[in-house]
């Protein structure tokens, strides 16, 4: 059997799944429904939203905090776009990828066409994910250090396999799918701090629920699109690939479980140093001018994806560890409203800012930090985080879930609305539809 058809066939033939599973994947929904929709507000995301409107297409799907209503791949991309802009959506911890934003878009259009079940919309959203998630573990950690960006490259076979379920696709025509949408898998991380990253979970979005309508149609595509001869491993992932990640236990252990939800709104490797410095801020009591140094010791990847010491907008800001690190020490908090221009240009955390460095230890892990902060006053005071808050071994609680949701969503939508969406994700397995749930996005 080739690797394709080992997606293909657990996407398929998987009925029954724990309990858990179907949880997570509305706690995924929750969580994307909350930073698209507060995404939504955003220069970037009104020219996107605006460009959909003037295409012009058939009114058939949803966006995310807007009355329009578009085709479902229009949707799908411009909801992949909200969902991955603030980057504070999930992060599967062994491989960078975040699913959800690619997934859930592809999967609530698919589900809007077809007029899903709640239940079927879960299970298809964690099917497309765990597929995701599995194939960027068979390229990890060759395919990312080349440069690609796994959430672009792979998201987009998710939300074929998503939306293919949904949508009743056999399985011949679900390999094409896969097909098609492994043809169109791309995204590069020089974009990284730009509106270009989250274009490319809009893009997978898009091209994943593209890929399996089409497939729907007959368009034909690859037999075997993961391990072909010139397929994705050869040509995107030459330096090499695991097999064994993609088939082992595929359907009995889930990848799931190593998915973690953001308590901050920036790249997920600076959790830890965040968690650090506030921890420290609010046990000493530390004041901006008390600092004279922030020194964290983190993994390779800190300084490799994040080491913008004078970012120039709240986008890149996102992957700037150094201004992760002084908006947590001036603000004690890292969500978005930490990410904007006025931010990146307040004259305290660009003071604090400076005094940030980082040193690296290849042993340590993307969710482990040390850090020390030394004070004016001569002192100097160190913590260590072992489990950021948000990772696998630490998670965000349902409670503090649904904290992120509220503060999110209701200076958009209001209180009352919020309460009620957030009670028809809660329990979307028992809903008849999705159209309920989609028409309280607006």
């Not at 506030?278 to 004041?287: D, K, Q």
Request: glycine share 8%; charged share 20%; proline share 5%.
């Amino acid at each position: 059997m080739t690797p394709t058809r080992a997606i293909v066939d657990f996407v398929l033939g998987t009925e029954d799944v724990p309990d858990w599973v179907l949880h997570e994947a509305k706690r995924k929904l929750v969580n994307v429904l909350a930073i698209s929709i507060s995404a939504s507000q955003h220069a970037s995301s009104v020219m996107l939203t605006e460009w959909a409107r003037a295409e012009g297409a058939s009114p058939r799907a949803s966006v995310f905090g807007s009355d329009l209503r578009t085709s479902p791949s229009i949707a799908a991309q411009v909801n992949g776009f909200l969902a991955h802009l603030q980057d504070y959506d999930d992060t599967h911890f062994p491989t960078v990828l975040h699913p959800s934003a690619p997934v859930w878009p592809a999967v609530l259009a698919a589900a809007e066409e077809r007029g899903a079940t709640g239940r079927d919309t879960l299970l298809a959203f964690a099917l497309g994910e765990e597929a995701a998630c599995r194939i960027a573990m068979s390229v990890h950690p060759w395919h990312y250090d080349a440069g690609w960006h796994i959430t672009g490259t792979v998201g987009v076979f998710g939300a074929a396999a998503g939306a293919g379920r949904l949508l009743g696709l056999d399985a011949g025509r679900l390999t094409y799918a896969l097909g098609l949408a492994g043809t169109q898998a791309a995204g590069v991380r020089e974009v990284f701090g730009s509106d270009g990253k989250p274009f490319h979970a809009a893009r997978a979005a898009s091209a994943g629920y593209q890929a399996a309508a089409l497939a729907q149609t007959g368009f034909t595509a690859s037999d075997d699109i993961l391990g072909g001869r010139r397929g994705f491993w050869a040509v995107l992932s030459p330096d090499g690939h695991n097999e064994a990640a993609l088939r082992d236990g595929l359907g009995v252990e889930w990848e799931l479980r190593n998915n973690g939800l953001k308590p901050y709104a920036n790249g997920v490797v600076s959790h830890p140093i965040q968690d650090a410095v506030i921890r420290l801020r609010n046990e000493h009591g530390i004041r901006p001018d008390d600092v004279l140094a922030i020194d964290a010791r983190v993994c390779p990847l800190v300084v490799e994806l994040m080491n913008r010491a004078e970012p120039r907008r709240g986008l890149e800001g996102k992957f700037s560890f150094q201004h992760c690190a002084a908006a947590a020490l001036v603000d004690g908090a890292g969500h978005d409203a930490q990410f904007t221009d006025a931010k990146i240009m307040d004259p305290v955390i660009a003071a604090v800012r400076a005094r940030v460095s980082a040193t690296i230890d290849p042993a340590l892990p993307e969710h482990e930090a040390y850090v020390t902060i030394r004070l004016a006053d001569g002192r100097s005071v160190s913590t260590h985080v072992e489990h950021a808050s948000g990772s696998p071994a630490n998670p965000l609680s349902d409670a503090v879930l649904d904290e992120k949701f509220r503060a999110l969503v209701t200076p958009v939508i209001g209180a009352p609305r919020a309460a009620t969406l957030l009670a028809a994700a809660r329990t979307l397995d028992t809903a008849p539809d999705v159209h309920g749930l989609l028409a309280l996005t607006r």
